[in-house]
């Protein structure tokens, strides 16, 4: 009988290969992407991934472009970089020398 994959979970498969730095990462990927979201529509925690980037909530049947590993849509992930960036002042200028 195989051992037990608990701790390692789906990045077990790699055994002592490669590093553990990249399977904790394989394995946080893998989770992302198996697991179920919550669909932008109905708001039904329902959304599979069909293929690389496209996503498919079962509940309402609406099919959505997102990143590969998870469902937050590309334009809302570009929207809050842009107003992470817009939020960051510009650093005063000095006037001590006056």
Known sequence: MSKSTKKVGSS???GTRYGVVVRSRVRDIDRMRK???ECPTC???SVKRVSSGIWQCR???SKF???AYSP???KA???MFAS???NVEAPEASTQGE
């Open 84 to 86: 992470k960036t817009a």
């Open 65 to 67: 472009a997102a990143s």
């Open 35 to 37: 697991g179920t979201h």
């Open 12 to 14: 077990g498969r790699f």
């Open 59 to 61: 509940s309402c049947e």
């Open 43 to 45: 708001h039904h925690t």
């Open 72 to 74: 937050i849509p590309k």
């Open 77 to 79: 992930t570009a929207m």
